[in-house]
């Protein structure tokens, strides 16, 4: 199937090959890049799983896919990545289907809440959901994973390029900083895709891992959490909106989904890789494949954070 996507001057065209008989889990699909790219999956004949928060934009969202893609097979699962509960309840339902999985993103997340908010175990907001419930979430659903050979794409950020981690305070429970918080979760993320993948090669397991991020594409994210809590639109918020509207170093969800579409379903896209677009400053453009970011190099630091996610949500990924 081949998506064609005005990105201003270039037209590109991305063939997405058949899905038929395949399945596909897709988080935070009930809006914005998530919903984008299980409307392109359903329209190549994968069969999609939407695992949402939210109800009725869950079944907002199945209204969209279905109107999208005729005939697709598309449903719901309750998930909140903010409670290992939820994440533990999900991966039951699916293990209790028994279906192999063949397709894997890890998309949901928030983005730099005002003040430090918590998810139902204490974990510092973006951390907890961006990261940890994802990583609590593939290691339960590993079975199915290998089962189904499967491609996980893991959604990062080019703010991973500014992320640190504080091991002393992880959490930041000591000093909480919106932006720092987020760029150290996504580097999590990104660490995460890599890690997997290192980890899958090594112990034979046959999923092949990849990380994407979207550059700077205009979605609910901007809104929901810089403004928690507000009564007022955040600045972020408002600049953000008026370059989108402008059409200045910000692109549509249909470009912006562009690079996790091609990393989990290109035959030439390899685990272990990290894909976004090519242009200024990776802002928006053409997917391509980027350098790893020098933030995420260490493979001790992979290790490491590996160990500690393993700890904190109580879920052991296999040593083969």
Excluded: C
Excluded at 97 to 125: C, D, Q, S, W, Y
Excluded at 253 to 276: K, N
């Amino acid at each position: 199937m081949k998506d064609t996507v005005d990105l201003g001057e270039v037209v590109l065209d991305l063939t997405v090959p058949n899905l038929t008989g395949k399945l596909a889990v897709v988080t935070g699909g009930s809006d914005g890049l998530g919903l984008g790219l299980a409307t392109r999956l359903a329209r190549a004949g994968a069969e999609v799983v939407l695992p949402v928060r939210n109800p009725a934009k869950g079944a907002a969202a199945l209204e969209a896919v279905r109107a999208a893609a005729p005939g697709a097979t598309v449903s719901t699962r309750e998930l909140d990545l903010a409670s290992l509960d939820s994440v533990a309840a999900l991966a039951d339902t699916l293990l209790g289907e028994g279906r192999p999985i063949h397709f894997l993103i890890n998309n949901a997340g928030v983005m730099t809440p005002p003040t430090r908010n918590a998810t139902a175990e204490g974990f510092e907001l973006q951390l907890g959901t961006n990261h940890l419930g994802h990583f609590a979430l593939n290691g339960r659903l590993l079975p199915l994973l290998r089962a189904g050979q499967a491609r996980v794409t893991t959604m990062s950020s080019s703010a991973a390029r500014s992320g640190r981690f504080d091991w002393d305070d992880l959490q930041s429970t000591r000093r909480y900083a919106a932006i720092r918080a987020y760029n150290a979760s996504k580097l999590a993320t990104l660490h995460f895709g890599l890690e997997l993948d290192r980890r899958s090669r090594a112990g034979g397991w046959g999923i092949v891992s990849n990380v994407a991020h979207p550059g700077t594409t205009m979605t609910n994210l901007y809104a929901s959490g810089p403004n928690l809590g507000r009564s007022r639109p955040s600045l972020h918020h408002s600049v953000m909106s008026r370059l989108a509207r402008w059409g200045i170093l910000v692109h549509s969800v249909d470009a912006g989904l562009l690079p996790a579409l091609y990393a989990a379903t290109s035959p030439q896209a390899q685990g272990g890789r990290f894909y976004g677009p090519d242009g200024l400053g990776q802002f928006t453009g053409k997917p391509t494949e980027l350098a790893v970011y020098r933030s995420a190099r260490s493979t001790d630091d992979a290790t490491r954070l590996w160990t500690v996610s393993e700890r904190l949500v109580g879920v052991q990924f296999p040593v083969n």
